[in-house]
Structures are given as structure tokens and as C-alpha cells.
């Protein structure tokens, strides 16, 4: 299939023992050198045409929580994005008084919180920051997310307070590059879902860049027929796709022309666009997933201590995701909630892993193929659409079975 090059790689256990993962996952490359901001850019397109403005500022903030730490992304990416609600009660978690945070200035230390009048509620709040050329005076939405590893905080009602970390863990920890997330099926599903789509975007980058051109801004589907294509007169059509400027069969024409061999997969473009958008609607319906990366940005490097502190925000942080940007891999494993996280090789797989590999690898892979597939459609008629999209993309279609 045309699209046989973005699946992803099943193992029973990671090659790398740094990764201290020793139960079937799957994992898929990604690195900072992918278009990562043309990936952003292109949902956030959707997001703002497509969503309800009090959603939009709700995405906003998981871009800015959970999306620009995750992947590093540089901050002014964003900014426009950043802005005030003018109403008085705001999804921003407010945060505390020594907290060492990322804004829109640079890196600094909250030294007070000054909180206004009470009838102007969040509108009139304001944190006094020492920055490094001074001290400023910022507004929440000017504050992106904390510095990873700077403190024990976790967000309860709205605020940041200090959380008390259990003693009971492990005595294997990870390498503090990697970044470990015990995530619900939200999570999963919307870092599954963009991964693909930057990888997606990469590819044909890496084979349109030759054939460059400037942006093409008319709305017209011709726009390219006289010389082939290339990225950025793609994406230009991506975004009027977005904008429903152009029709799909008009941008699916634009891409035969920039390549008769990636077609396929830049086709699907704006259908990934659609799902990462909706995804991120869902997450933005609850604080769950910002709450779970709270703990991430702790820097708690003992997977069994982290996953236990997840499971207490909700029993649902069934998907382990881990990032490795050094290395360029991206890992997804799914766990029951009974079941032991190893960390640890318990014993010799040698003899029993040949047996045992095909059906492992089935299973994990199915079960979590299934969790996409459930959890991308609203409704019926887009769970439908759903599965079109995915078997466009190569995924399998099958039931998903439980992990003994």
C-alpha cells in the first residue's frame, strides 16, 4: 500500500534496554527536524474555524501545556494564539508563588500573585515575574507552561498546588531525556494521530522540497498545472481545503500533480487535520490530560511511581508514552489497570519469544488500532468516516482483545 511506510513498528520488548519497557508496544519515529510547525499551524487553522471560541481558548491552553514542552516547541510559535478572554472565569490554571514557568519573555520565577478586584475575577490577575533581564508584571495567558522538572506541582480546581510524591516505587529510573506520559485514551489517540500527520508532512516535504515553488494564495484547483508542485504550494492548497476554498477533489488534483506516487498519503491530509482537531475538542472538555502531564513535568523518572500517581488522577491511564527525541522514537504501550508495569526483565524470554511474538504483537497492536478507531467519531456517522480514513491510512480493522 501507499502508505505502508508510516506503520508502525510492534515489538514484545524494546531493543534499547534505556527504555526500561519489557511488555509489547509499538513505536514510531518522529524528531524535531519534521515540520512539526506546519503540522501546528494547519490544526490550529481547523481548530479556529471549526470550534466554538471558548473551545478554541481551551486548545489554546493544550498547545501551550501540553503540545510545546512535549515536542519543544519554540514559544513565539504560539503567541498569536495566546490571547485574553476578557471574561472572568478562564480555563488557565492559575499558577504559584514560586513557580519557575516559560512566557511569553523568557524563563522566570513567579515572585507574587497579585489577584485584582474580586467582581473582575481572573480578567484583572496578574503574576510578578523575575525574568532575566528584570522583573515584569504578566498576564495568565502570557504564561505558557512550567519548566520541566522545577517543582511538585499538579493543578486541583483550577490551581497549582504542591503535591505530595509516595516513597513506594521502583529502583530502575529512566534517563531524564526521555519524556514519560501515562496517558487515557485521549492522549493516546491525539499523539497517535499527529505523529502520523507530521510524519506524513515530512515525507512529502523531503520529496516536494525539489520541486519548490512560492505559495500559491489563488483559490483556484489549477493552480499548478503547468509545473509540478511543490511543499509549500501544497500546503497553501491544505489550508484552503481548511477553509473550504477548494473542494478535496480539487486539492487531491494539486497533489497528483506535485507527485503521482505520494498521492495517497497527501490525500489524507486534511482528514488528519480534522481528527487532531476533534481530538483536542474532547480533551478540552476536562482538565484529565493536563492534570496527567502535570506529573510528567515533575521529571519523575521511576515509571512504576509515576504510573501509580496517574492512576490515582484516573483509573484510565492505561497508555504508557514515551518520547525520545534523541534517539527519534516515539513508544505507545497499553497496560490493563491490574496489570504490573515490568521495568525489570523478569526472566529469559529467548525460548518463549519466538513462540509467543506473532500473537503478542497482534494483540497489542489491535487493541490499540481499536482505541484510535474509538475514539476519533463523535457521533455514528463519523465513526464511519473514521474507519475510511484509517483503512486509507493502512491500519487494521479489527476487534481489540484484552492483553493477558
Given at each position: 500500500p501507499a502508505t505502508a511506510s508510516f506503520y508502525p513498528?510492534?515489538?514484545?520488548?524494546?531493543?534499547?534496554?534505556?527504555?526500561?519497557?519489557?511488555?509489547?508496544?509499538?513505536?514510531?519515529?518522529?524528531?524535531?527536524?519534521?515540520?512539526?510547525?506546519?503540522?501546528?499551524?494547519?490544526?490550529?487553522?481547523?481548530?479556529?474555524?471549526?470550534?466554538?471560541?471558548?473551545?478554541?481558548?481551551?486548545?489554546?491552553?493544550?498547545?501551550?501545556?501540553?503540545?510545546?514542552?512535549?515536542?519543544?516547541?519554540?514559544?513565539?510559535?504560539?503567541?498569536?494564539?495566546?490571547?485574553?478572554?476578557?471574561?472572568?472565569?478562564?480555563?488557565?490554571?492559575?499558577?504559584?508563588?514560586?513557580?519557575?514557568?516559560?512566557?511569553?519573555?523568557?524563563?522566570?520565577?513567579?515572585?507574587?500573585?497579585?489577584?485584582?478586584?474580586?467582581?473582575?475575577?481572573?480578567?484583572?490577575?496578574?503574576?510578578?515575574?523575575?525574568?532575566?533581564?528584570?522583573?515584569?508584571?504578566?498576564?495568565?495567558?502570557?504564561?505558557?507552561?512550567?519548566?520541566?522538572?522545577?517543582?511538585?506541582?499538579?493543578?486541583?480546581?483550577?490551581?497549582?498546588?504542591?503535591?505530595?510524591?509516595?516513597?513506594?516505587?521502583?529502583?530502575?529510573?529512566?534517563?531524564?531525556?526521555?519524556?514519560?506520559?501515562?496517558?487515557?485514551?485521549?492522549?493516546?489517540?491525539?499523539?497517535?494521530?499527529?505523529?502520523?500527520?507530521?510524519?506524513?508532512?515530512?515525507?512529502?516535504?523531503?520529496?516536494?522540497?525539489?520541486?519548490?515553488?512560492?505559495?500559491?494564495?489563488?483559490?483556484?484547483?489549477?493552480?499548478?498545472?503547468?509545473?509540478?508542485?511543490?511543499?509549500?504550494?501544497?500546503?497553501?492548497?491544505?489550508?484552503?481545503?481548511?477553509?473550504?476554498?477548494?473542494?478535496?477533489?480539487?486539492?487531491?488534483?494539486?497533489?497528483?500533480?506535485?507527485?503521482?506516487?505520494?498521492?495517497?498519503?497527501?490525500?489524507?491530509?486534511?482528514?488528519?487535520?480534522?481528527?487532531?482537531?476533534?481530538i483536542l475538542g474532547k480533551i478540552a472538555r476536562g482538565?484529565?490530560?493536563?492534570?496527567?502531564?502535570?506529573?510528567?513535568?515533575?521529571?519523575?523518572?521511576?515509571?512504576?511511581?509515576?504510573?501509580?500517581?496517574?492512576?490515582?488522577?484516573?483509573?484510565?491511564?492505561?497508555?504508557?508514552?514515551?518520547?525520545?527525541?534523541?534517539?527519534?522514537?516515539?513508544?505507545?504501550?497499553?497496560?490493563?489497570?491490574?496489570?504490573?508495569?515490568?521495568?525489570?526483565?523478569?526472566?529469559?524470554?529467548?525460548?518463549?519469544?519466538?513462540?509467543?511474538?506473532?500473537?503478542?504483537?497482534?494483540?497489542?497492536?489491535?487493541?490499540?488500532?481499536?482505541?484510535?478507531?474509538?475514539?476519533?467519531?463523535?457521533?455514528?456517522?463519523?465513526?464511519?468516516?473514521?474507519?475510511?480514513?484509517?483503512?486509507?491510512?493502512?491500519?487494521?480493522?479489527?476487534?481489540?482483545?484484552?492483553?493477558?
Open positions: 513498528e510492534f515489538m514484545t520488548r524494546s531493543e534499547d534496554e534505556t527504555t526500561l519497557i519489557y511488555q509489547p508496544h509499538m513505536r514510531l519515529p518522529i524528531s524535531l527536524n519534521m515540520p512539526h510547525k506546519d503540522a501546528y499551524q494547519l490544526v490550529a487553522k481547523q481548530v479556529s474555524i471549526a470550534k466554538s471560541s471558548d473551545e478554541h481558548l481551551r486548545i489554546t491552553r493544550i498547545w501551550a501545556e501540553l503540545m510545546c514542552p512535549l515536542f519543544k516547541y519554540p514559544p513565539h510559535w504560539i503567541l498569536n494564539e495566546l490571547q485574553d478572554t476578557g471574561k472572568r472565569i478562564s480555563p488557565i490554571v492559575k499558577y504559584s508563588m514560586g513557580q519557575k514557568v516559560v512566557t511569553a519573555y523568557g524563563d522566570g520565577e513567579i515572585m507574587s500573585v497579585i489577584e485584582g478586584a474580586p467582581q473582575q475575577g481572573n480578567s484583572s490577575l496578574r503574576y510578578k515575574v523575575q525574568l532575566a533581564f528584570g522583573t515584569g508584571y504578566i498576564r495568565p495567558e502570557a504564561i505558557l507552561h512550567i519548566i520541566p522538572g522545577t517543582g511538585n506541582y499538579v493543578r486541583m480546581n483550577g490551581i497549582m498546588e504542591n503535591a505530595e510524591l509516595p516513597s513506594n516505587g521502583s529502583d530502575q529510573k529512566l534517563d531524564p531525556k526521555y519524556s514519560l506520559l501515562f496517558g487515557n485514551q485521549h492522549a493516546y489517540c491525539l499523539l497517535r494521530v499527529y505523529c502520523l500527520l507530521v510524519r506524513i508532512l515530512a515525507d512529502s516535504k523531503s520529496l516536494l522540497d525539489s520541486k519548490e515553488s512560492p505559495p500559491v494564495e489563488s483559490n483556484k484547483s489549477d493552480s499548478c498545472e503547468e509545473k509540478p508542485c511543490g511543499y509549500s504550494t501544497v500546503i497553501a492548497s491544505l489550508k484552503n481545503v481548511l477553509s473550504n476554498r477548494i473542494s478535496s477533489l480539487e486539492f487531491e488534483k494539486v497533489c497528483r500533480n506535485a507527485s503521482r506516487e505520494k498521492v495517497a498519503q497527501m490525500a489524507i491530509l486534511p482528514k488528519l487535520v480534522e481528527k487532531c482537531a476533534n482538565d484529565t490530560v493536563l492534570t496527567l502531564h502535570d506529573y510528567t513535568m515533575m521529571k519523575i523518572m521511576d515509571p512504576v511511581k509515576l504510573r501509580l500517581l496517574c492512576q490515582n488522577v484516573t483509573e484510565n491511564a492505561n497508555y504508557r508514552i514515551q518520547l525520545d527525541l534523541d534517539a527519534g522514537w516515539i513508544y505507545f504501550s497499553y497496560l490493563e489497570p491490574d496489570q504490573d508495569l515490568l521495568v525489570v526483565q523478569e526472566y529469559d524470554e529467548a525460548d518463549d519469544e519466538e513462540e509467543n511474538h506473532d500473537d503478542l504483537l497482534e494483540e497489542q497492536g489491535n487493541s490499540m488500532v481499536e482505541d484510535v478507531e474509538m475514539d476519533t467519531g463523535e457521533d455514528e456517522e463519523e465513526d464511519v468516516e473514521d474507519a475510511e480514513a484509517e483503512a486509507e491510512a493502512g491500519l487494521p480493522d479489527s476487534k481489540r482483545p484484552k492483553l493477558m
